[in-house]
């Protein structure tokens, strides 16, 4: 337990700055929110409406493109990931 107090503080004394954790972030958000989203019965569109907007997943869930939909998809396989254990990840950015 003490090791993993150490760890913490010095993420928050000295935060990682790689380039892959700047995206994490906002990955773990879409991961959250559509966890929760699955959790209250929403739909992937209705997810993706929290996120971006209702009017940008409007004109992108419509569109040829499926970029959003996967992105939807992957968020909520995360999600779960984070949820089964995988949280611990949210310590290490």
């Not at 773990?28 to 209250?40: S, T």
């Not at 419509?62 to 992957?74: G, I, L, P, Y």
Request: charged share 30%; aromatic share 4%.
């Amino acid at each position: 337990m003490a090791a993993h107090l150490c760890t913490l503080a010095a993420l928050v004394a000295h935060p990682n700055h790689q380039p892959h954790c700047a995206r994490e972030p906002l990955l773990l958000r879409e991961a959250l929110v559509a966890l929760d989203g699955r959790c209250m019965g929403a739909s992937y569109r209705e997810m993706a409406a929290v996120l971006y907007g209702v009017e940008r997943a409007r004109a992108e869930w419509c569109a040829v493109s499926r970029a959003m939909k996967d992105r939807m998809r992957r968020a909520l396989v995360k999600g779960e990931r984070l949820r089964d254990g995988g949280y611990r990840k949210l310590l290490e950015c």
